[in-house]
């Protein structure tokens, strides 16, 4: 089946650093790939939409500037904490949605996940 | 405004029993439903999904129930195995292609031996 990867699985870093995380689709190509944010005990909430090739788009109260995200390439899209501050430590995880085609004829795209980065900023 | 709630912040159950997983939307423009199921430290994995055209979907020992006039769905897992002790995210979408989801806060599942 289907494969989103990302790496690391765990950071650990110091305030006023940079974090790159790397989302990969190891057997598809993905325009588009999303990433979430998740607080103990709470939802997952998501933060942008990184489309291939364009800039990405981000929820509303998320900072672009603070979190990059480039998707370079069909397989690839990375997310940057910039200036990373305690209150960055999260869990997060990025998704890849897989678009084929059903028994029945129809274009469907399932959401493929990663396993997710505990970052935790010191 | 969480537009997906499961109020249960976990649930326990007895091995063989029934698991009941609730989860209550807002938005009346969610016309696709899924319940992704997480371990710690791991990413969520697909388990069911649901489109507002149905109000019941089945797969093994996962069924989804909706109701679309209370903006309610439910996840049945008979029998419950301690395996399924996991934390369940009900899920909704505006598309079907069920891309840009919303997520509850999840449920914490125990089912004990």
């Known amino acids: 089946g289907a494969v989103v990867s990302q790496h690391p699985s765990r950071v650990i870093c110091k305030s006023g650093t940079s974090v790159k995380i790397e989302c990969r689709s190891l057997d598809f190509q993905a325009t588009t790939m999303f990433w979430y944010r998740q607080f103990p005990k709470q939802s997952l909430m998501l933060m942008a939409t990184?489309?291939?090739?364009?800039?990405?788009?981000?929820e509303q109260g998320v900072e672009k500037d603070k979190f990059l995200i480039n998707h370079a390439s069909l397989t690839l899209s990375t997310l940057t904490v910039t200036s990373a501050h305690p209150e960055d430590s999260s869990f997060y995880i990025c998704s890849a949605r897989r678009w084929g085609w059903t028994s029945g004829g129809t274009n469907t795209g399932e959401l493929f996940f990663g396993e997710g980065s505990r970052l935790t900023v010191l | 405004d969480q537009q997906v709630k499961q109020n249960s912040p976990s649930l326990s159950v007895q091995e063989g029993r029934i698991s009941i997983l609730n989860c209550d939307y807002t938005n009346s423009m969610f016309d696709y439903f899924l319940w992704y199921k997480k371990y710690p430290a791991e990413g969520p994995t697909f388990l069911i999904s649901i489109s507002s055209i149905k109000d019941k979907n089945e797969d093994g020992r996962f069924t989804v129930f909706l109701n679309k006039s209370a903006k309610h769905l439910s996840l049945h897992i008979v029998p419950s195995q301690p395996g399924d002790s996991a934390v369940y995210f009900c899920a909704a979408s505006g598309e079907t292609s069920g891309s840009r989801l919303t997520f509850g806060e999840g449920t914490q599942l125990t089912v004990n031996p």
């Open positions: 990184s489309n291939e090739g364009s800039k990405a788009t981000y």
